[in-house]
């Protein structure tokens, strides 16, 4: 360990400037070492692969820089140690968070300091941001929270600092309701007349109509082995549920006799994804929007709501059902939800509240 100097930014300032500089750089600096920061840790050259750098760029300059403490090369360590553990997709969502955090550290020109350095100020700032510019909700921004807040921890627990910068979230009382709302029985009719025409997109929706399934893991990578075609069930695997609840779903019987009549999916091999890439079963697995794209180009055609989404099949057959006095503990348990509670919750918003007895006997004005 050996004393050195440096005169950045000194040079070119009169006396009495120089004293205020160097105020300012004592403040900063002592800020550091209590927080954790050495000097002598910062002569070390390392180099590390950015995972949170756009393809397009990284295919341009490289995937490789220069780490000297500072905060995109711990984001990458960050997503490596996490990657195992969690889904690709939820891995994708860690990454985007996290690049967006970066590229603000670097648009405010904190990017290149330790990372020690990124105190609660910082972190507050950045929220702000979110709030204030990008206009996230509430739930969006608590994910973002509870996301940075980890990444801290990640970083306490290293011992590379001494207290997690991230303090309670800043209030936000925005809500951005993008939910998928249940189809109307009017519109039912009319989605169905334009949906039979692409017999891919009608078996997903039919799916998950009469099977509770969700778009997204549990229907787009279910295999034919995990279809029952006697028994008539369907088999969700851990790998694919919603935290996941593995769990087994049966399937309705006009829905069964299509399967079996029309899909003929008996005759396929059973390694086969369901949904393939060539619009029919097949080894490679269909693109994860390509079913999405489908349905929303069908949707925009007949000017129906933007709330209806692929997504929204899923809740207009639980609807649907509980209005066909199918037992709540039933759909609580087809739709993979782990209480009758969260089936109540689930019904809140997207059951119609329509009570009889003010439809028909409601006072004249």
């Known amino acids: 360990m050996e004393r050195f100097r440096h005169y950045d930014g000194f040079k070119e300032l009169s006396s009495h400037d120089r004293y205020k500089y160097a105020e300012k750089l ?10 954790g920061w050495s000097p002598f840790g910062d002569s070390t050259k390392a180099i590390y692969d950015d995972q949170i750098e756009y393809k397009t760029v990284a295919e341009i300059y490289g995937t490789r820089r220069n780490k ?28 985007s968070k ?25 972190i507050n700032s950045f929220f702000q941001f979110l709030i204030t510019d990008r ?7 608590r994910k973002y929270w509870e996301l940075i807040r980890k990444f801290f921890d990640h970083l306490k627990n290293r011992k590379l600092l001494f207290e997690n910068p991230v303090g309670q979230m800043p209030a936000c009382n925005r809500i951005n309701d993008h939910t998928a709302r249940p189809i109307m029985r009017a519109d039912i009719e009319k989605f169905k007349t334009e949906l039979i025409k692409d ?56 829905f069964l006799q299509q399967l079996r009549d029309q899909y003929c999916l008996q005759d396929q091999d059973r390694e086969y994804y369901v949904f393939g890439r060539d619009g029919r079963p097949g080894s490679l697995v269909i693109g994860k929007n390509k079913l999405n794209y489908k349905f929303n180009k069908i949707r925009d ?9 692929l997504y929204s099949w899923k809740h ?9 006095n ?31 007895a003010i439809r028909d006997n409601y006072p004249s004005l």
Request: charge should be positive; charged fraction near 25%.
């Open 26 to 35: 004592i403040d900063l600096y002592t800020r550091r070492l209590q927080a």
């Open 68 to 95: 000297n403490n500072l905060v995109r090369s711990f984001i990458s360590e960050y997503l490596e140690y996490v990657k195992p553990g969690v889904r690709y997709s939820t891995y994708c969502t860690y990454k």
């Open 98 to 122: 996290l690049r967006i955090f970066a590229l603000w550290l670097e648009r405010e020109n904190i990017s290149k300091n330790d990372i020690s350095s990124i105190d609660n100020k910082a």
């Open 135 to 141: 206009k996230l909700s509430a739930k969006s921004l």
């Open 199 to 254: 017999p891919e997109l009608w078996l997903a929706v039919q799916f998950e109509f009469y099977c509770g399934l969700r778009p997204g893991h549990e229907m787009r990578e279910m295999k034919i082995k995990d279809i029952d075609l006697v028994a008539g069930t369907i088999y969700v695997t851990r790998e694919r549920a919603k935290n996941w609840h593995e769990r087994v779903v049966t399937i309705p019987y006009q």
């Open 301 to 309: 055609r007949l000017k129906m709501p933007k709330e209806y989404q």
């Open 316 to 324: 207009t057959g639980a609807i649907e059902a509980d209005l066909a």
């Open 326 to 356: 199918i037992p709540s503990k039933d759909i609580s348990i087809h739709l993979g939800h782990s209480s009758l509670q969260i089936t109540d919750i689930y019904f809140r918003n997207k059951k119609p509240g329509v009570s009889e």
